[in-house]
């Protein structure tokens, strides 16, 4: 049997551009929240690694229409001191749906951080005010990259800020995306007058709060993704119109859903949890 095909980090950060993903994601997208069966993907398995403070979950995705079967294996660590060895590591599998013949094996953790932004980047073209002119982005590691880059790409906002946990991360980041950017000592001057928000950071408690966000403001909640983990305080969280992949996934995974306690009749299915 034919050996699969290897895609190297190189490689998918060469092919996998934004202008392309990001109409295919939306499609996607579309076609998972139809509830027509069109995309089968179950809640991924996550498995605790206690030991070592991490995660490994498990993410088979199968569409029929598209002939494609395929699983993302990816580990990710909470961890306190800098690491050369990036915090989130992903391989995506991909099968050859008639027999389950293993076709290639690529890396994911590419594909995760820009498949992570561009959802964001959708759901912020529907979500956001109609005059955007403040993005503000709160974390500083791979994500806040992805999410600054592609978030420049598709808008024109005015201004970019950013806040992170320590020096050394913001300057990396202001390093790598190597664009305009306001480097903020605290989340409320980061957030205060932000029109679209962010959260990227790895935070268990909460660290944006409900009385520094503008009226109407769009935030994406992407780092709160264990149930015991929050990055939006509960006064934000009741007080805002929540928009999900899935239900199933939000009440299992997105602490700031479980934790504060919101599951009612404004929970719709668009974007990511
Ligand atoms: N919803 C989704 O589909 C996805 C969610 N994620 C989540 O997004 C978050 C960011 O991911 P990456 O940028 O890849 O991670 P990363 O490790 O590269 O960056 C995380 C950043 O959060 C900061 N941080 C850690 N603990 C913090 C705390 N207590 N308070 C404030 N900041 C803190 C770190 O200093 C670092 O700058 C993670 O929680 C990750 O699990 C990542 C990929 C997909
Ligand atoms: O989808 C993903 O790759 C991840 N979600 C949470 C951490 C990594």
């Not at 990710?76 to 293993?102: K, M, N, W």
Request: charged share 20%.
């Amino acid at each position: 049997m034919a050996m699969p095909v290897l895609i190297s980090a190189e490689t998918v950060e060469k092919l996998l551009r934004y202008g392309e993903l990001v109409p295919r994601l939306e499609v996607a997208l579309g076609k998972f929240s139809s509830g027509k069966g069109e995309i089968v993907q179950p809640v991924r398995s996550v498995l605790a690694i206690e030991k070592y403070n991490g995660y490994l979950g498990v993410m088979p995705a199968y569409s029929a229409h598209d002939d494609v079967l395929a699983t993302k294996i990816v580990a990710f660590y909470q961890r306190d001191q800098p690491s050369s060895i990036p915090a989130h590591q992903a391989s995506v599998l991909l099968f050859d749906p008639e027999h389950g013949t293993l076709k290639a094996v690529m890396d994911g953790t590419v594909i995760t951080e820009k498949r992570t932004a561009a959802v964001s980047a959708i759901a912020t073209k529907f979500l956001k005010p109609v005059q955007a002119d403040v993005l503000c982005i709160l974390g500083s590691g791979a994500q806040a990259v992805s999410h600054y880059k592609i978030f420049t790409e598709m808008f024109s906002f005015k201004e970019v800020r950013v806040w992170g946990r320590t020096k050394e991360n913001v300057d990396r980041f202001a390093r790598t995306v190597r664009g305009p950017v306001r480097v903020c000592s605290s989340v409320k001057e980061a957030v205060l007058g932000a029109d679209v928000i962010v959260t990227v950071t790895m935070a268990t408690e909460p660290v944006l709060f409900a009385e520094w966000v503008k009226p109407g403001a769009h935030i994406n909640a992407v780092g709160a993704c264990r149930p015991d983990w929050r990055e939006l305080d509960d006064t934000l969280m009741k007080s805002a119109v929540l928009y999900v992949d899935t239900r199933e996934g939000a009440m299992k995974e997105s602490g700031d859903v479980i934790l504060s306690g919101v599951f009612g009749p404004y929970f719709c299915s668009l974007s990511q949890s």
